[in-house]
Structures are given as C-alpha cells and as structure tokens.
C-alpha cells in the first residue's frame, strides 16, 4: 500500500524467478522507489484510499462510515489478527467514528501511513463499493441506523426529546448554492415555529442533537440535510432545488428513515452558484407547513 496514493499494488513472482513485480500502478505518479518501506506482519485492511477524508460531509457519513463497519464485520472473521490501515491528520469526527466502531472490534489495531511510505504486509484486504446509483446511501435502513447509532452513542448523547423542533437550515456559510431569499422565508416561518440553523457553524454533536429533535426540516439541497439520518420517522422534510438540479440523495435518506419529503422546484436556473426563491415559493413552502 502507497502511503502518498493509497493504492493497493499487487505483488507476484515470474514464472522465471526474477522476483516481485510491481503491477497495476502508474509509477509517473505513484513514485514507490522513494517511498520507505515498513513490513506489518499478518493481514491488513487499506482505508488509505479514504484520502480526502469529511470534505464532503454526505459522502463521508452515508458512504464511508457504512463501508468502514461493513468491511470489518466481513475480514475479522476471517483474519482475527487484522491492523486497519489509514492516513494521517484524520478529521475529529473521523476519529471519534473510528474509536466507536474499534470497540465492536476489539482485536483490529489501527496504524497510521505516512505519505512518505509503502506498507507491506503478507494478507491485504481491498474493498471496491459497487452501487447501481450513486445518491442511494446507505444501501439499506439498517446500515444507515447502525452509523446513527454509532455517533449518538459516541457522544453520550440521552435519549431526545419528543419530536418537536421546526428547523430552516441555512447555508449561508457555504460557496454555492446558497438560498436567495431566506430571510423572507424566515420571516414567513418563524409564527409557524421555525428556528433557523447552520449546521457548519455548530460542533457536530450539537447537529445531531437538533435532528434528533426535529419534527419539520426545510433546507436547501446541500451537505447540512445529511443530518436527516438523526430525525425521528414520522418526520417531514422539504427539500428546496432550483430547476437545472434535482438529484434524490436526500430523497433516498429520508425514505430510510421514514420521513414524509417533499420536493420544490424553483424556476430559476444557476443550481451551484445560487437558488433564489420567489414570493411564488415562500408561499407555496408557508402553506405546506400550515396545512
């Protein structure tokens, strides 16, 4: 494994007996001669790959996390003796997912690779996800509840509240799609209940401990409607989207996790610069909520 890539390189010997042989690797771009070697005896899983981390939130939470769980419960059986390998400078919530889910796996120890190096070890375990759509994570319910579960437990979170928090979650701290005309929006919600959030702004336990409360979601697509895998079934999602984007992502979580969604289309085009709502939209988001 290449600490500076994360690739898994195969080794194999000719027929000939000329030795190991690297293969499937682009050594322009990999450089393996001017990585150090470090041997670890046994087998090993490569979460190398995992290279950028929580950069994007859905991706990490809805994709990562599962595969993570999903790939140990698979390979301990098999290689009791198992070192799980991944990057340096992991995320705070990385970690603290990490240290969660190693306690259902009390034999996995966990090394860091620096990108200085090359891991060899005699056993390597290598996932590759396969999906027939990439907005339909987790794959299942149950995998999705089990990541739930894994956070709140990890920050000792008591059991919430009855469901009763109204929630417009902002995203005004974010580069694209950022929702023109919220303040109006606001303004029509707040005598229905409302609170506004951003949920960049705040630590991730304080987000999920807001979803774990929340009877209503309105929010503009984006990372912070992630948060939906922590609400309560029986809640009710609007998802906001300007006219040249929809995708089903939230769709998907939220049907996971038996929220009632609903989609609004705005007319305005501009989907990865801004969404911009009109008097039309705010009346047609105020009037869903009121009926």
């Known amino acids: 494994m290449l600490g500076n890539t994360g690739q898994a390189v195969a080794s194999r010997v000719d027929r000939g007996g000329a030795g ?16 150090s070697t470090r041997r670890i005896e046994g087998a090993a899983v490569n979460f190398l790959h995992h290279r950028d981390g929580v950069s994007n939130y859905y991706h990490y939470l809805a994709e990562r996390c599962v595969v993570m769980a ?3 419960g698979l390979v301990t059986d098999e290689a009791p003796n198992l070192t799980l390998l991944t990057r340096e400078g992991m995320a705070g919530i990385e970690q603290i997912y990490l240290n969660q889910i190693l306690r259902r796996f009390p034999g996995v120890r966990v090394q860091t690779v620096a990108p200085t190096e090359k891991i060899v070890c005699d056993q390597l375990f290598q996932h590759r996800v396969r999906r027939n759509s990439g907005f339909r994570s987790p794959p299942t319910a149950a995998s999705l509840t089990a990541v739930a579960d894994t956070f709140e437990s990890a920050y000792g979170l008591a059991p919430p509240a009855p ?8 995203r005004e701290d974010a580069r694209i799609r950022r929702l023109v005309g919220e303040d109006a929006l606001m303004t029509a919600l707040a005598p229905l209940g409302f609170e506004r959030i951003c949920p960049g702004q705040l630590a991730h336990e304080a987000q999920i401990a807001l979803f774990r409360e929340a009877a209503w979601v309105i929010g503009a697509h984006g990372a912070g409607l992630t948060n939906l ?10 998802e906001i989207f300007s006219e040249d984007y929809c995708q089903g992502a939230y ?7 038996q929220l009632d969604y609903t989609p609004v289309v705005t007319s305005t085009m501009g989907a990865h610069q801004t969404i911009t709502l009109s008097a039309a939209d705010i009346e047609a988001i105020r009037r869903l909520v009121a009926d």
């Open 20 to 35: 190991g042989v690297l293969t499937a690797i682009d050594r322009n771009t990999s450089k393996p001669s001017r990585l």
């Open 251 to 257: 769709m998907w979580l939220s049907h996971l996790r």
């Open 163 to 170: 469901p009763h928090r109204r929630l417009l979650v902002s």
């Open 70 to 72: 999903e790939v140990l």
């Open 229 to 238: 895998m922590f609400m309560p079934a029986g809640g009710r999602v609007i």
